[in-house]
């Protein structure tokens, strides 16, 4: 499959994870050594294969999981692109709704058009008003008025 625009490649990849589809996300990636995945509260994956890895282990349960996005900002200089996003992931029966996630994902344009170079997980921060985490209540350094 060639993704004409760093948005086809990301559709594709987001509507994969949706159809549990992993031999169609795999596909979107680029096939690269520099290729690198971080997903909360795991190791760094470099590489197609460790990628694949990652991804085949997290898709093998079947359990139904739907991915809702919501585009926050998105930066494209020539042969790289960067998309920041918010993702809602629903899973289970019910679709239970997970508290959101930040993602950036970085796509390069090959010979075999746009391809994902990274995907990079973070945790939305909470809501306003909601209860402080624990980096909220560590003082910052003398001088410095954060």
């Known amino acids: 499959m060639t993704f004409a625009t760093p948005q086809h490649?990301?559709?594709a990849f987001y509507d994969a994870i949706d159809d549990n589809d992993l031999d169609a996300m795999l596909g979107v990636w680029e096939a690269s050594s520099e290729a690198a995945c971080l997903l909360p509260m795991q190791p760094l994956q470099q590489g197609s294969p460790?990628?694949?890895q990652t991804w085949r282990e997290m898709m093998a349960?079947?359990?139904p999981v739907e991915v809702s996005v919501r585009h926050i900002q998105w930066l494209e200089k020539g042969d790289l692109a960067i998309h920041i996003v918010e993702e809602t992931v629903s899973v289970g029966p019910e679709r239970q709704?997970?508290?959101p996630i930040y993602a950036t994902?970085?796509?390069?344009k090959g010979e075999a058009g746009w391809r994902m170079l990274m995907h990079l997980?973070?945790?939305a921060p909470p809501p306003p008003g909601a209860m402080p985490g624990p980096m909220s209540r560590i003082a910052p350094p003398p001088g410095m008025g954060l």
Do not use: M
Request: glycine share 6%; no cysteine.
């Open 50 to 52: 460790a990628i694949g």
């Open 105 to 108: 994902n970085i796509y390069r």
């Open 61 to 63: 349960p079947k359990h």
């Open 9 to 11: 490649a990301e559709d």
């Open 97 to 99: 709704p997970q508290p």
């Open 121 to 123: 997980n973070a945790p």
